[in-house]
């Protein structure tokens, strides 16, 4: 069975800071990885996600993952973050071979100081 | 396109009433998902849906809810009788499993049970 830890449940931090949130998962056979975020009041969307090829890769509004096979590691990053970066950030698996159903992570509140 | 539409947005209900919530998903899409989302369990996937049929109810809490899609543009999520602990954020999302993978949510419905 497939499983998604993500490691801090709040992450505070300055704007223009740099920021990381942590995601392990749980394998046995490949699967596909995704960050969606979540706005207050709104459903999630989708952030980034690795399918294959580049192990890293890069989202909309700056955001960046690095898939690390042998750590079984998703982090996300940004360089720089914004106050409207605050939000829930949510780290995703789903098998490759079909199957479709997706697992979350408990996720991640990045707020987003001035 | 007008995105995954959900009915109502918000819902106060007395407990043991019948609650229905809706969901039309995206247009061609022919995965639904619906899910639940409170402060203490997080995201939890109830039941999804591939070409109208039922998939995966495994995350279903209990006989009490029930969940049909009649066609490819509609779906309701029916909880019988309703109690205050059913009190949460439902989503529904859909995906397409030729450009799969990603998934596309809804706004959800604010569900409460007094």
């Known amino acids: ?114 | 396109d007008a995105g995954v539409i959900q009915s109502p947005r918000h819902e106060v209900t007395e407990m043991g009433q019948e609650v229905t919530l809706r969901c039309k998903p995206i247009s061609g899409h022919d995965y639904l998902f619906w899910y639940r989302q409170t402060m203490m369990r997080g995201l939890e996937l109830l039941i999804y849906f591939n070409n109208n049929v039922p998939i995966d109810d495994s995350g279903m809490p209990e006989d009490r809810f029930s969940a049909k899609m009649p066609n490819a543009s509609f779906s309701t999520l029916k909880i019988q009788p309703s109690e205050p602990r059913d009190s949460a954020v439902y989503f529904c999302a859909s995906s397409s499993s030729v450009t799969f993978t990603e998934q596309f949510f809804g706004p959800g419905t604010r569900l409460t049970v007094l």
């Open chain 1, 1 to 114: 069975a497939q499983s998604v830890t993500q490691l801090d449940s709040q992450v505070p931090v300055f704007e223009e800071a740099p920021v990381e949130l942590r995601c392990n998962y749980s394998s046995s056979v490949s699967v596909y990885l995704f960050w969606y975020v979540q706005y207050p009041n709104q459903g999630l969307q989708l952030l980034l996600k690795y399918l294959s090829g580049s192990t890293l890769v890069k989202g909309i509004n700056g955001f960046e993952a690095e898939f690390n096979k042998s750590q079984t590691s998703f982090h996300l990053r940004k360089p720089s973050v914004h106050i409207s970066d605050t939000a829930e950030y949510f780290c995703a698996v789903s098998l490759n071979t079909g199957g479709f159903k997706t697992i979350f992570g408990a996720g991640t509140r990045l707020f987003v100081k001035a």
